[in-house]
């Protein structure tokens, strides 16, 4: 009969390779169960040396938790290895598509689709005496019933008139502008006396005063 074995390392292993194996599953505290499988196991190792000629039971349990807890981790560490990579290619997939959305909306921002204005438009606009606050000219009112609010306008006083201009812009591969000024009527109506355009193809500037001239 062999005689009893020395427990107290054994127990040890037992104790700290059951608290490895528990967490070996667990992401970054694994880490943590790593280390103390590593150290249920050296306890284990020196409880079977200490135990060489004695019964081993005690010490046998705590290295085999330590060697499953090491096992554990590895297999662990490979499986979420293998799921932390399928994240990062759905990340990387949603922010290329996101930018390249992004990209698309920038790109379609820059062209302005309602500007609709051309070179023809442009010059069928009849600009009115100036000083007989624009009467002939182009009206306020067909203009915008045509091609829509402007992207800016404010009013002001030219040559004692109440006046009004008004811009057009599409900024894209070319920027186009078309600038028109109004005078106002003792009616209210706003009429063209003044009207510029850039980028329609032809840069064009028309002025009462310089047809006058």
Known sequence: MKPEEQRVLGILATIFGAIAL?????????????????????????????NL???KTIAIIGTSLAVASVVLFFTSQALYADVYK?????????????SASMEREEKSGLTDDTFAWTQEQFDALIEGDLDNKGKGGTTYEDIINKHGKPDSEFDFTLGGYNTKKIT???IGDKTKTVT?????????????????AVGLGLEKSKQQNDSET
């Open 22 to 50: 528990l967490g070996s599953w667990i992401p970054f505290i694994n880490y943590l169960s790593l280390f103390i499988a590593i150290v249920a196991f050296i306890l284990g190792i020196i409880g079977l040396i200490v």
């Open 53 to 55: 000629k004695k019964r």
């Open 86 to 98: 399928e994240y990062a290619k759905e990340f990387n997939r949603s922010y290329m598509n996101t």
């Open 168 to 170: 057009y812009i599409s």
């Open 180 to 196: 028109l000024t109004f005078a106002k009527q003792d009616n209210g109506q706003l009429l063209l006396v003044q009207k510029h």
